[in-house]
């Protein structure tokens, strides 16, 4: 039997991957907390670079990479591109790469309660 398409993944599946790495770094949290955030759940890498202090795009790639490797580790997916596990990209003509949070992951996201007002989990708070 094949592993399911990522676009088949429900907000479940991302939560428990989520509470499974947990805690997760400040870093890690940071780049969630900024790309939730951000219009339409939609940024670039040097936007995200910007919202949590990196010098520049790259280095928000490579955090934001490894965290998205992570994920696939625990989701049992190896993909050639880790970051989509999280998002869908597109690069309007002449600009720089849109990253896009699956609707899935926001879900996830919403349900734990790490970045709104609801209760949850927080982020690097106790597992209850």
């Known amino acids: 039997m094949s592993k399911a398409s990522i676009d088949e993944l429900t907000a479940n599946d991302y939560k428990q991957a989520f509470l499974a790495l947990h805690p997760l770094g400040d870093h890690e949290i940071a780049l969630l907390k900024a790309h939730f955030s951000a219009p339409d759940f939609t940024t670039t890498a040097s936007e995200l670079a910007a919202a949590v202090g990196y010098p520049n795009w790259s280095s928000a790639n490579l955090h934001y990479g ?3 490797g992570r994920v696939c580790e625990e989701l049992g997916y190896d ?6 596990i999280l998002v869908t990209d597109y690069r309007p003509e002449g ?7 699956r609707a899935q992951v926001v879900e996830a996201l919403r349900e734990l ?5 609801s209760a949850g989990v927080r982020p690097n708070g106790p597992v209850s």
């Open 66 to 68: 490894k965290l998205a």
């Open 95 to 101: 600009g720089h790469w849109h990253l896009v949070l």
């Open 79 to 84: 993909l050639p591109l880790k970051l989509h």
């Open 113 to 117: 309660g790490w970045f709104g007002p």
